[in-house]
């Protein structure tokens, strides 16, 4: 299995900073089509997992520009450029090149 | 709009059997790869299973293989995960989920969830 680390486990950030989130993967998410399959999902508090982020940098329907991803190989990251209320919970990433794997979770909270 | 919504979770004793339900609405079902991903209790996100559009294709973690099954049926719109041989770690929120195009990568759409207690 591919195993996906997430650093940091917590991170509080104060309204209208940015926040930063690392996701490495054990093996390269580079598929053979040219794509890597590295994806971003936010679980708000009490509700279901929301798809944020796919093949790395783009954004799903409906997701502010405030939100960003990067990164190549087996290193990604999950950036926030503003930070707004709404926006905690816990950040995953997650790789489907092979069996899909989550990371650890991210838990963001507000100062 | 597109909604998924499971059902048939509930408290199980060890050992037994227990089928979760998906009814998907809103969109072309017989287009759409599925899968199911639980949470246990204040855990992360686990994949459990997938199954392709046509049903041809199927996967399971190595956590339930040979005790889950997942199925489709493309006429009732609906997606299942018959659960055998429940084990106190299977204990969790029960998600189905869909890709967010056919033919695309990225899960968009989550059911709400319905929560399975293996207890005796």
């Known amino acids: 299995d591919i195993v996906m680390t997430q650093t940091p486990l917590s991170l509080s950030v104060t309204p209208g900073q940015p926040a930063s989130i690392s996701c490495k993967s054990s093996?390269?998410?580079?598929?053979?089509?040219?794509?890597?399959?590295l994806y971003w999902y936010l679980q708000k508090p009490g509700q279901s997992p929301q798809l944020l982020i796919y093949?790395?940098?783009s954004r799903f329907s409906g997701v502010p520009d405030r939100f960003s991803g990067s990164g190549s190989g087996t290193d990604f990251t999950l950036k926030i450029s503003r930070v707004e209320a709404e926006d905690v919970g816990v950040y995953y990433c997650?790789?489907?090149?092979?069996?899909?794997?989550f990371g650890q979770g991210t838990k963001l909270e507000i100062k | 709009e597109v909604q998924l919504v499971e059902s048939g979770g509930g408290l199980v004793q060890p050992g037994g059997s227990l089928r979760l339900s998906c009814a998907a609405s809103?969109?072309?079902?017989?287009?759409?790869?599925m899968n199911w991903v639980r949470q246990a209790p204040g855990k992360g996100l686990e994949w459990v299973s997938y199954?392709?559009?046509?049903?041809?294709?199927?996967y399971y973690a190595d956590s339930v293989k040979g005790r889950f099954t997942i199925s489709r049926d493309n006429a009732k719109n609906s997606l299942y995960l018959q659960m055998n041989s429940l084990r106190a770690e299977d204990t969790a929120v029960y998600y189905c989920?869909?890709?967010?195009?056919?033919?695309?990568?990225?899960?968009?759409?989550w059911g709400q969830g319905t929560l399975v207690t293996v207890s005796s």
């Open positions: 809103g969109f072309t079902f017989s287009s759409y790869e």
């Open positions: 997650m790789q489907a090149i092979h069996l899909p794997t």
């Open positions: 093996q390269s998410l580079l598929h053979s089509d040219g794509k890597t399959y």
């Open positions: 989920v869909s890709q967010r195009t056919p033919y695309s990568s990225g899960w968009g759409y």
């Open positions: 199954i392709s559009s046509s049903g041809s294709s199927i």
């Open positions: 093949e790395v940098s």
